[in-house]
């Protein structure tokens, strides 16, 4: 009998964006630890680097020619869409030629969900695929349930303060409000896009960055939605962990860390997209000051708009963060959320930034900005009951509470030890024999071989 050779290349298809570079290159990293071989193909732009963490992996780029112009001028959303268009045509190419240089080796093609160009390529070649969703299990329930509303009937929902406070049917907890709405396009062309996203097509499977003991629920809903395997392997930032950031991190805010109190400090970093009007910075910096404990915020360069960064802020600021605060571009945060001395995370609620915290058994404030954000912050508050919301207007009074809740009340010890809970399930879920490592990994890798020698 034959012997049938075992296809061992994994071809990954990733977003030109931090927050979904960072899973699909630790992905990578967890599936090369299995013995399988990995090529990242990456468009023309292209906001991935090749660091030394990822010296084993083999780096194609295809062609294609929108710029930071086009995403500026397009926004997010329909940059996505004409990436799309125009990727198509060069992918199949691509992997019509890697085909022939590796010598059909090629067991499945992983493609972010948002990069769903890859299944013509991949329906041409008849090869195996899965679709790779960056955000959460819920997240990704939400957009399936967007991609079938009305969008003119569901913005006069939105705009109706009742009923956009209220909880959608089946979704529970989360409102109207709380749904992966965009504040970077119109709800028409987000809703486009998410059509696309949750449109599966012929991939035979779906990997999800999360893990069962998050989102038991959202993860079984999935599963019969979808009638294909769904592989919760999260949180990959511990199972594999790999530095990826697209920013320079000043490593100065460690040492000053430091020099704090156990458990004093506020993190706050807003990801990297969000951005913030001037008004609301400066009730955060009072907020902050007047709550008298220490803090730690990443302000992104062009956060701000009109700004550069800090320098054009009013002179009010600077004297209001120079007691207590430390003000850097881009932080580690990683190490910055394990660090002793940090006691809380000031987060937009992105799934990376989420599941980073929880993984140190950190407390969150939540300051959602747009998307899956929201369906976060919504969990952390009210199901994993480890964050406090900030919603509406921002003010001094209310920064001040927040912090004073997860710092210095009994309030947020309490949410401490729920976090730190949290946090020892998902180490025990991607070590050996946990849910995530052991079963989904395993699984999904060992359905590969399956495939293959079919």
Same mark, same amino acid.
């Given at each position: 009998?034959?012997?049938?050779?075992?296809?061992?290349?994994?071809?990954?298809?990733?977003?030109?964006?931090?927050?979904?570079?960072?899973?699909?290159?630790?992905?990578?990293?967890?599936?090369?630890?299995?013995?399988?071989?990995?090529?990242?193909?990456?468009?023309?732009?292209?906001?991935?680097?090749?660091?030394?963490?990822?010296?084993?992996?083999?780096?194609?780029?295809?062609?294609?020619?929108?710029?930071?112009?086009?995403?500026?001028?397009?926004?997010?959303?329909?940059?996505?869409?004409?990436?799309?268009?125009?990727?198509?045509?060069?992918?199949?190419?691509?992997?019509?030629?890697?085909?022939?240089?590796?010598?059909?080796?090629?067991?499945?093609?992983?493609?972010?969900?948002?990069?769903?160009?890859?299944?013509?390529?991949?329906?041409?070649?008849?090869?195996?695929?899965?679709?790779?969703?960056?955000?959460?299990?819920?997240?990704?329930?939400?957009?399936?349930?967007?991609?079938?509303?009305?969008?003119?009937?569901?913005?006069?929902?939105?705009?109706?303060?009742?009923?956009?406070?209220?909880?959608?049917?089946?979704?529970?907890?989360?409102?109207?409000?709380?749904?992966?709405?965009?504040?970077?396009?119109?709800?028409?062309?987000?809703?486009?896009?998410?059509?696309?996203?949750?449109?599966?097509?012929?991939?035979?499977?779906?990997?999800?960055?999360?893990?069962?003991?998050?989102?038991?629920?959202?993860?079984?809903?999935?599963?019969?939605?979808?009638?294909?395997?769904?592989?919760?392997?999260?949180?990959?930032?511990?199972?594999?962990?790999?530095?990826?950031?697209?920013?320079?991190?000043?490593?100065?805010?460690?040492?000053?860390?430091?020099?704090?109190?156990?458990?004093?400090?506020?993190?706050?970093?807003?990801?990297?997209?969000?951005?913030?009007?001037?008004?609301?910075?400066?009730?955060?910096?009072?907020?902050?000051?007047?709550?008298?404990?220490?803090?730690?915020?990443?302000?992104?360069?062009?956060?701000?708009? #009109? !700004?550069? /960064?800090?320098? +054009? %802020?009013?002179?009010?600021? &600077?004297? =209001?963060?120079?007691?207590?605060?430390?003000?850097?571009?881009?932080?580690?945060?990683?190490?910055?959320?394990?660090?002793?001395?940090?006691?809380?995370?000031?987060?937009?609620?992105?799934?990376?930034?989420?599941?980073?915290?929880?993984?140190?058994?950190?407390?969150?404030?939540?300051?959602?900005?747009?998307?899956?954000?929201?369906?976060?912050?919504?969990?952390?508050?009210?199901?994993?009951?480890?964050?406090?919301?900030?919603?509406?207007?921002?003010?001094?009074?209310?920064?001040?509470?927040?912090?004073?809740?997860?710092?210095?009340?009994?309030?947020?010890?309490?949410?401490?030890?729920?976090?730190?809970?949290?946090?020892?399930?998902?180490?025990?879920?991607?070590?050996?024999? #946990? !849910?995530? /490592?052991?079963? +989904? %990994?395993?699984?999904?890798? &060992?359905? =590969?071989?399956?495939?293959?020698?079919?």
């Amino acid at each position: 009998m034959e012997e049938v050779r075992v296809k061992r290349r994994i071809v990954l298809v990733p977003v030109p964006a931090q927050g979904h570079v960072t899973p699909i290159m630790q992905l990578g990293k967890a599936l090369y630890s299995k013995g399988l071989s990995i090529t990242v193909v990456l468009t023309q732009f292209n906001r991935v680097s090749s660091s030394k963490d990822f010296s084993d992996f083999h780096f194609l780029t295809i062609p294609g020619s929108l710029t930071e112009s086009d995403l500026k001028n397009l926004g997010p959303y329909m940059f996505l869409v004409k990436l799309n268009q125009i990727c198509e045509g060069s992918f199949k190419q691509c992997i019509g030629q890697l085909l022939e240089e590796q010598g059909n080796d090629i067991a499945c093609v992983v493609y972010d969900e948002y990069m769903y160009f890859s299944q013509a390529a991949v329906k041409e070649f008849q090869l195996p695929s899965a679709l790779f969703s960056t955000t959460s299990a819920t997240a990704f329930v939400c957009r399936s349930v967007l991609a079938s509303v009305n969008a003119e009937s569901f913005l006069l929902d939105m705009k109706d303060p009742e009923v956009s406070d209220k909880v959608f049917p089946g979704l529970d907890p989360l409102r109207y409000k709380d749904l992966p709405t965009s504040a970077f396009g119109p709800l028409e062309s987000v809703l486009k896009v998410y059509c696309e996203t949750v449109n599966i097509r012929t991939a035979s499977a779906v990997i999800i960055n999360s893990a069962s003991c998050l989102e038991s629920s959202s993860l079984a809903q999935l599963q019969r939605k979808l009638q294909v395997p769904v592989y919760p392997i999260g949180p990959l930032h511990i199972a594999a962990s790999a530095s990826s950031s697209l920013l320079e991190e000043d490593r100065s805010c460690i040492e000053w860390l430091d020099k704090q109190k156990l458990g004093s400090v506020i993190y706050i970093s807003l990801g990297s997209l969000a951005l913030m009007q001037t008004k609301d910075v400066l009730e955060m910096a009072w907020g902050l000051s007047n709550s008298n404990q220490p803090f730690l915020w990443v302000i992104r360069p062009g956060s701000v708009p #009109g !700004s550069e /960064w800090t320098e +054009s %802020l009013p002179e009010e600021f &600077n004297k =209001l963060v120079s007691e207590r605060g430390y003000i850097v571009k881009w932080a580690p945060q990683m190490e910055v959320l394990r660090h002793p001395a940090v006691g809380a995370f000031w987060s937009h609620c992105g799934w990376n930034s989420t599941l980073e915290s929880i993984g140190e058994g950190v407390p969150m404030i939540c300051r959602p900005y747009t998307g899956d954000q929201k369906v976060n912050a919504r969990y952390l508050e009210r199901v994993w009951r480890i964050g406090v919301q900030l919603e509406g207007e921002l003010d001094k009074g209310a920064v001040e509470r927040a912090v004073e809740r997860l710092i210095v009340d009994e309030e947020g010890a309490e949410m401490r030890k729920r976090a730190i809970d949290l946090k020892e399930k998902l180490e025990a879920s991607v070590r050996s024999g #946990g !849910s995530s /490592w052991s079963s +989904s %990994l395993e699984d999904f890798v &060992n359905s =590969l071989k399956t495939k293959n020698s079919m």
